[in-house]
């Protein structure tokens, strides 16, 4: 089993949808958990940033950390165009630790 | 950007040639690292530095090595280029204990590196 699994997709949604984008994990010692946001032929971008179970709200992304399930998710409300990127979520047991990437999923919001 | 660049950003070489990618962070980090980047695989961790002269290897570390001799500048060298590492080459930083950013990582534009 990997550490970290993302959904393939790719997944199509209409301007407007909500979103939602989940990774789940393996490693119980992870504590840290981060979405990047990497645009087509860019590096990638800090999303969202949270420590242990919870909600991060931040404008029209919520992060949400459920360890007791080995679950994290992104929401998306009213997605627009600009969205579509390719998401990837990472995480981390700690400062020394080094980051594990999920896969990474690529969004498209259909106009 | 984040204060992290890569040079070059393009690159076209030939198998067996060295090649050297640069990495230039103004951030003061402790911690750098090099990604390589490929459909289907992510993003694979090859090497990574934790300080001056401080450096140690990631998952696909063979054919690469690295240097730091500067905070401000990490460097990545393929000893003689294959076509296995054509890929795109991401550059990151990360700031030490205390610093309140202990386990973001922030990462460069990339390196779109093409070894014929």
């Known amino acids: 089993q990997k550490e970290v699994e993302q959904d393939p997709g790719p997944l199509s949604v209409p301007e407007g949808a909500i979103v939602s984008l989940n990774c789940t994990y393996s490693n119980s010692a992870f504590q840290y958990f981060m979405w990047y946001r990497q645009y087509s032929r860019k590096g990638p971008e800090l999303l969202m940033y949270t420590y242990s179970s919870g909600n991060k709200e931040d404008g029209r992304f919520t992060a949400q950390v459920d360890k007791s399930s080995k679950y994290i998710s992104l929401f998306i409300r009213d997605s627009q165009p600009s969205d579509s990127a390719t998401y990837l979520c990472a995480m981390s047991a700690g400062a020394n630790s080094k980051l594990t990437f999920g896969k990474g999923i690529t969004l498209s919001v259909r106009p | 950007d984040a204060g992290i660049t890569q040079s070059p950003r393009h690159k076209v070489t030939e198998t067996g040639t060295p090649v050297t990618l640069r990495c230039h962070q103004t951030?003061?980090?402790?911690?750098m690292y090099w990604y390589r980047q490929d459909p289907g695989h992510g993003l694979r961790l090859i090497h990574y530095s934790y300080g001056v002269k401080d450096t140690d290897k990631g998952e696909v570390s063979d054919g690469y090595s690295v240097s730091r001799s500067k905070t401000e500048d990490f460097l990545l060298t393929l000893e003689s280029a294959t076509s296995s590492q054509t890929s795109v080459y991401f550059c990151?930083?990360?700031?030490?204990?205390?610093?309140?950013?202990?386990?973001?990582?922030?990462f460069g534009p990339g390196t779109r590196l093409t070894v014929t």
């Open positions: 951030e003061n980090h402790r911690y």
């Open positions: 990151a930083m990360k700031g030490g204990p205390g610093t309140g950013e202990e386990n973001e990582q922030y």
